[in-house]
């Protein structure tokens, strides 16, 4: 069984930088596993951040930025905002027709 | 804008069928992308179910294939998730969301629905 692996929590002070990583347990995340992320504020539906490994919904601040880094797909949140104090999920496509969300990140802003 | 809502009764029977609607306003389902289901069991983490094309494919998450049908009404732009012989462990909030693909594969979800919760209970 596949599991997608994300840190269960990080904490950023206002204006910091944090990196959120999701890892794969099948080995390096590529942009062929179509790394995604989502917001997922208190009580409300996911939002879509970031497709395609590093492209931004027309709706996503510019301070959200997505990438690969050692192996693992990466989301930057630079210049935190009290705002973007939600949990956030991964989701990786390994074919089969239905892709894996990874068990989120919980971020503080503090 | 693209806009999803989904509908259906928040309280079912174990053993009985769970049926959920997602009415689609904004777009024509029968224009393209998949169309999925995504749960998310009360203070847990998020689950992909299944997706339909817009021509009728469907595609589910393997382990729950034998108990999942996702269908589709493009005369009413709604599409339509059934979870059979439910179990406390279907309930969840259910999402439904429109799902792009890459070569016909449905990979990411970008328009969600609010989401509605569905309790397994006698």
Redesign the interface.
């Known amino acids: 069984q596949t599991v997608v692996t994300q840190e269960p929590s990080l904490t950023v002070s206002p204006g910091g930088t944090v990196t959120l990583t999701c890892a794969s347990s099948t080995g390096a995340v590529t942009s062929g596993y179509?790394p995604?992320w989502?917001q997922?504020k208190a009580g409300q539906?996911?939002?879509?951040l970031i497709?395609?490994t590093s492209n931004r919904?027309s709706w996503t601040p510019a301070r959200f930025s997505g990438s690969l880094l050692g192996g693992k797909a990466a989301l930057t949140l630079s210049g935190v905002q009290p705002e973007d104090e939600a949990e956030y999920?991964c989701?990786l496509?390994y074919?089969?027709?239905?892709?894996?969300?990874?068990?989120?990140t919980k971020l503080t802003v503090l | 804008q693209v806009q999803l809502q989904e509908s259906g009764p928040g309280l079912v029977k174990p053993s009985e069928t769970l049926s959920l609607t997602c009415t689609v306003s904004g777009y024509s389902i029968s224009s393209g992308f998949h169309w999925g289901w995504i749960r998310q069991p009360p203070g847990q983490g998020l689950e992909w179910i299944g997706s339909i094309y817009h021509t009728g494919s469907t595609y589910y998450k393997p382990s729950l294939k034998s108990r999942v049908t996702i269908s589709v009404d493009t005369s009413k732009n709604q599409f339509s998730l059934k979870v059979s012989s439910v179990t406390a462990a279907d309930t969840a909030v259910y999402y439904c969301a429109r799902v792009p693909s890459a070569g016909q594969q449905p990979v990411r979800a970008d328009y969600w629905g609010q989401g509605t919760l569905v309790t397994v209970s006698s």
């Open positions: 179509h995604n989502f997922q539906a996911p939002r879509a497709y395609e919904h999920y989701l496509y074919g089969g027709g239905a892709p894996v969300f990874g068990g989120g």
